[in-house]
């Protein structure tokens, strides 16, 4: 720490920032454009100017740029000094001097921190009359939108796009004035963080495509904290609302996850809870249709149904922890199933085990950043979760940080910082069998099938300690690759290993937790990670079931109740028929319409996570609260509460209704000590903050007794929700001391825009002031850990016969988000990828579950002969796991006739 | 007892005066242009809908009766619907003061009385006029940089043709 003077005023600043931070962190209101908290300063807008003194005796002092000034003992700096304002004044005008009048028709406009510090400077009187430059648009695909009009030319959408997340189709175009920044031609941005743009810009040149076609201002939307559930990451999301809609999806800091980014995924994957495929009513399904039914008719029908033999439950993955605990005890644990299919319930429930029994801590994505030695085994993460990809495309950075600290140039200098780091090699190791995003950004990216991959593991893990079992039979190569990547993360002070699930394989996981305990016995505090199938795979696994396969032997006869599950993408069109058609009835709780619900007896109308508040627990086992934003109409509710009205309907007095969600999680916490700590994972509904509820609504929204005035003119009461502890209305608190987990929007005086953030911080970068978000459930235990042995035969290719990988990719292969209309643009269409030589335009054949598929067939000489891949979910509903098929490739010649079955 | 005799007094001096009853509905008086009554969306001088969905009325609106959303065709924003509950506006003129586009405007009309309240919810249609209202050829598009359909970038008031972003020319 240093202490430095501002205006007179003594503080204490952080002496690895630079003045900027230092002023912003001392609650200064200093305008800014080009730095960004995440990507450093480069000096490029001069918006930041202040004063500086050489010492107190100096009166004139000299104009420095806060951002590019580091902090230094006993500085003496001036915000308000009469030409430091001037000066600022100036820059903005000259900035604003090509800025078009749009604010109106700018859906940057009201949180747009061009506006703020427009007025943060005082200019507000244009004196430029001369003609302005303007710029044509571009389209960039469904997720952003261009008015190149609007741009001053600060450099962040490139610095972010290109420097941080390795885009490459997004660039800088002609100079002074003119200069340009889009594609070299219209078309859909490349990188699957492309929606980042729209909070990194500072002005209204890239912002929401799919939220300006739903448009509403910031001022006038209802918000609320959520998690994303579209991977297992985790991320922290803010979600906002008007008219009962969800209008989109924004970044929530949380400074151990996803920080200042989200994945394009996350932010455009919510569509789905708007959509005409939600259900809501109860209904009957009569002729394949789904017929709506009053909520209490479908109840005694089920009541009915219900005395009349036993139940069997199945949870999700997708569901809150919540939902799928008030099923379980419905329907006792023995009859509960997790709602996961073979292989994929065994592989989640290895994974934690190996996590909680191991010696290597379970690394959080801002820990992922910072490693200085990492290694992916076996997992495309840039498409299974593509967030944590984006950590570790930092990891690049820790050498580049090196170098810097031996210039010794701090690491917020981002330019100097990546001049000296151009030479360097990352600490990144990738093995996968396919390309994958990040071998770009590796040392060495080793192509190998998931057992040679996993063969390649184990004897790293021999390589690092002895006592690891040792792999015979590895090739020259691969025996190289295993000691340079030993080498490698030994000389890493905190080595991080990634694996998952993608290719369905017991040994990468096992070869990963053998690394890590070889590291440990060596001394090191390695981290790991493995990267799961859904939101809430964790949550289930802790929790506990039977997998699909089990249950299916106890169906016969019952009446199976399946949770906001489509077990169509889970079996295969056989497994599917016998475990629904052996059930004497199948009732089906889901907040939208799937192949299941079409199968069943009676749906009933479940909240999707924007309507109800739950818990999901992260594939990093971190438990977080989802808050309610919508009040949606009845007889839409909370599964659990469908469940406890369940029970009363068939008179089973072992669930008694909860009145509110508080009373579930406390009894969760009570019966099941792995859930302990949920209720920690945000405050309860009765929080109060200065003895008022908090708000999720503006002071400034608008419409108040308007917006419904054409369906009634007489004011009704807010909608209120015994669960959560955000008061629907303008109502209440709201502080930058209010709980991470409580945060419905980021808004100070004169702070509109979501850069706001900074005031919510303890320090830029650092802690929430209110507090952490989410509560670990599990974590290392310490201690050397095992060796497994179990350690697979090399792949062999078969004659005849072709291995088929699924192809995990970001947008495409998740079920809830292929429902929203952005990503299932986005999505490309299915092909399969084949190995070796493949004629142009030539289609494959194949046999999936039972079912035979045609597909258009594209060669990928990465991949060896024998091997191809496919994406899960795209062709076959239910396949997903590593299979031996045998293919048959139509030349182009061939294909009249053929038609696809995609 | 003075003061009582005083006001019968002047009472019937009243009995002299000019009458200042306006024999309203049969006589209407007089009011201003600028009078603050019905309020109207106006069109520009190309006869198209002017308001632009930018919400600022409805966000300075003291009692919060004006509800509208955006929508878009071919560049241009507009109210897809476009809500005002008058029986809540206090025509305070908040609204009219705080439009970029001159599209909503107060008019001297106050003769608006309904039998029943939910008449008093005007939607665009019982808005929107044909004419552009106290502002004669303002229209927000010509000084704006969007592009509409008969205004290509580089058209509008004071701007520049769009930038060859492969000229390298300074
Ligand atoms: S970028 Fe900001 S200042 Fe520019 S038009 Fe949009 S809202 Fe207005
Ligand atoms: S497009 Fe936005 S982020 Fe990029 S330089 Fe222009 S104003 Fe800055
Ligand atoms: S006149 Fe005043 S009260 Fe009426 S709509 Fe306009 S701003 Fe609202
Ligand atoms: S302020 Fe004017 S342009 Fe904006 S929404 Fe209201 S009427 Fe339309
Ligand atoms: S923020 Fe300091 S020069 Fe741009």
Redesign the interface.
């Known amino acids: 720490m240093a202490k430095i003077v501002i205006d007179g005023r003594e503080v204490e600043a952080r002496s690895d920032v630079n003045l900027l931070q230092a002023c912003l962190e001392a609650g200064e209101d200093l305008p800014y454009f080009c730095w960004h908290p995440e990507l450093g300063s480069v000096g490029a807008c001069r918006q930041c100017a202040v004063k500086q003194y050489a010492n107190a005796e100096d009166t004139r002092g000299r104009i420095v740029m806060a951002c590019m000034t580091p902090v230094t003992e006993g500085a003496i700096i001036s915000v308000e000094d009469p030409e430091a304002k001037e000066f600022r004044g100036e820059v903005v005008e000259w900035l604003m001097t090509n800025h078009p009048h749009d604010c109106p028709v700018c859906e940057e406009g009201g949180e747009c921190h061009l506006q703020d510090m427009t007025v943060m400077t005082g200019h507000r009187e244009r004196r430029y009359r001369f003609d302005k430059r303007t710029h044509n648009n571009q389209d960039l695909g469904p997720f952003v939108k261009h008015e190149m009009n609007r741009c001053i030319a600060c450099y962040r959408c490139v610095r972010f796009y290109r420097d941080y997340a390795g885009g490459q189709d997004l660039g800088v175009f002609a100079s002074h004035n003119n200069v340009y920044f889009g594609r070299h031609e219209s078309g859909t941005l490349e990188s699957p963080f492309s929606g980042n743009l729209i909070e990194v810009c500072p002005t209204g040149v890239f912002t929401d495509k799919p939220f300006s076609k739903m448009y509403s201002r910031k001022w006038d939307m209802r918000g609320a904290p959520s998690v994303c559930s579209n991977c297992a990451t985790g991320c922290n999301t803010i979600i906002n609302e008007r008219a009962g809609k969800v209008r989109r999806t924004l970044n929530r800091y949380n400074d151990e996850v996803n920080r200042y980014f989200l994945c394009d995924r996350g932010r455009f994957g919510h569509g789905w809870v708007n959509a005409p495929t939600r259900l809501r009513s109860a209904g009957y399904v009569i002729n394949g249709d789904m017929t709506p039914v009053p909520a209490q008719a479908a109840l005694d029908h089920f009541g009915k149904i219900a005395a009349s033999g036993r139940l069997v439950g199945i949870g999700s993955p997708r569901a809150s922890l919540e939902s799928n605990y008030a099923l379980r005890k419905l329907v006792g644990a023995g009859n509960f199933s997790t709602g996961m299919a073979e292989p994929e319930h065994s592989l989640v429930k290895l994974a934690v085990s190996l996590l909680a029994a191991g010696p290597a801590r379970i690394a959080t994505m801002h820990e992922m950043e910072q490693a200085d030695g990492a290694l992916i085994l076996g997992e495309d993460v840039s498409a299974t979760s593509p967030r944590m990809s984006l950590a570790l495309r930092q990891i690049k950075r820790t050498a580049f940080n090196k170098a810097a600290d031996q210039a010794r140039v701090p690491h917020w200098m981002d330019a100097s910082v990546r001049t000296l780091g151009q030479d360097t090699i990352s600490p990144l190791f990738v093995v996968s069998p396919t390309v994958t995003d990040l071998d770009g950004f590796a040392q060495d990216a080793i192509r190998a099938m998931p057992e040679d991959a996993a063969r390649l593991g184990f004897a790293i893990a021999h390589r690092i300690d002895a006592s690891a079992p040792d792999v015979a039979g590895l090739s020259e190569a691969e025996a190289a690759s295993a000691s340079r990547i030993a080498e490698g993360l030994l000389a890493a002070e905190k080595p991080l290993l990634v694996s998952g699930l993608q290719y369905a394989s017991a040994a990468l996981l096992q070869a990963t937790a053998n690394i890590a305990s070889a590291l440990a016995a060596r001394g090191k505090t390695p981290l790991i990670s493995f990267v799961l199938p859904e939101a809430n795979s964790m949550g289930l696994a802790l929790m506990g079931g039977l997998s699909l396969d089990e249950i299916a032997a106890q169906t016969a006869d019952a009446t199976l109740i399946v949770l906001e599950n489509d077990l169509s993408r889970r079996l295969d069109g056989a497994q599917f028929e016998a475990l629904v058609g052996s059930a004497a009835s199948l009732v089906v709780l889901d907040h939208s319409v799937t192949p299941t619900a079409i199968r069943s007896q009676v749906t009933f109308p479940s909240a999707a996570y924007s309507e109800t508040d739950g818990t999901l627990v992260s594939a990093e086992g971190r438990a977080q609260r989802f808050l309610q934003v919508v009040y949606p109409d009845a007889p839409l509710q909370a599964g659990w509460r469908w469940i406890a009205d369940m029970a009363q309907a068939a008179g089973l007095s072992h669930v008694q209704p909860w009145a509110r969600l508080d009373d579930l999680i406390a009894e969760i916490a009570a019966t099941m000590p792995v859930f302990a700590r949920i209720p920690e994972a945000a405050p309860a509904a009765d929080y109060e903050l200065e003895g008022t509820p908090l708000r999720s609504q503006t002071h400034r929204v608008s419409g108040r007794t308007a917006i419904r005035a054409n369906i009634s003119v007489r004011d009704i009461p807010p909608p209120s929700s015994p669960d959560t502890p955000l008061h629907s209305t303008m109502e209440g608190s709201y502080s930058t001391d209010m709980p991470g987990t409580l945060i419905p929007f980021y808004q100070v005086p004169g702070w509109n825009s979501e850069q706001s953030l900074n005031r919510f911080q303890q320090e830029i970068g650092g802690k929430m002031r209110g507090g952490d978000c989410g509560v670990r459930l599990i974590d290392a235990a310490g201690g050397s850990g095992t060796f497994s042995s179990g350690i697979p035969e090399a792949f062999r290719a078969r004659a005849g016969q072709v291995m088929l990988l699924p192809e995990a990719r970001v947008f495409g292969t998740d079920e809830m988000s292929m429902m929203a209309q952005p990503i299932a643009d986005r999505a490309a269409p299915a092909v399969v990828r084949v190995g070796g030589t493949v004629a142009e335009g030539a289609r494959v054949r194949l046999s999936l579950g039972g079912e035979i598929f045609t597909v258009d067939a594209v060669s990928d000489p990465s991949l060896p002969e024998g091997v191809a891949t496919c994406p899960p979910h795209m062709v076959s509903r239910s396949w997903s796991v590593p299979e031996w098929v045998s293919l048959e490739i139509t030349a182009p010649a061939e294909r009249v006739g053929t038609e696809s079955a995609v | 007892m003075l003061g009582i005799i005083r006001t019968i007094w002047m009472t019937f001096l009243h009995m002299f005066h000019r009458n200042e009853t306006v024999q309203y509905p049969d006589v209407k008086p007089y009011l201003s242009p600028r009078y603050r009554g019905r309020i109207v969306l106006t069109r520009d001088p190309g006869g198209e809908e002017r308001c ?5 009325c ?2 300075a ?1 003291p ?8 929508g ?1 065709r071919e560049g241009r ?1 507009y109210p897809e ?1 476009f ?3 008058f ?2 506006c206090i025509f305070c003129g908040f609204c009219e003061e705080a439009c ?2 001159y599209a909503i405007q107060l008019t001297p009309d106050f003769e608006m009385s309904e039998y029943v ?2 008449n ?2 005007y ?1 665009k249609e019982d808005l929107l006029i044909s004419g552009p209202g106290k502002v004669h050829d303002y229209s ?1 598009y010509n ?5 509409i359909p008969g205004k290509n ?2 058209e ?1 008031e ?11 020319m ?1």
């Open positions: 632009v969905a930018c919400n600022l409805a966000a609106c009692v919060d009766c004006i509800s509208l959303q955006k878009e924003w619907f809500q005002i509950n029986s809540r970029p586009t309240r939910q008093l919810v939607e927000f000084v704006s940089g969007l592009k970038k580089g509008a004071n701007e520049a043709k769009p930038v060859d972003i492969h000229a390298l300074p």
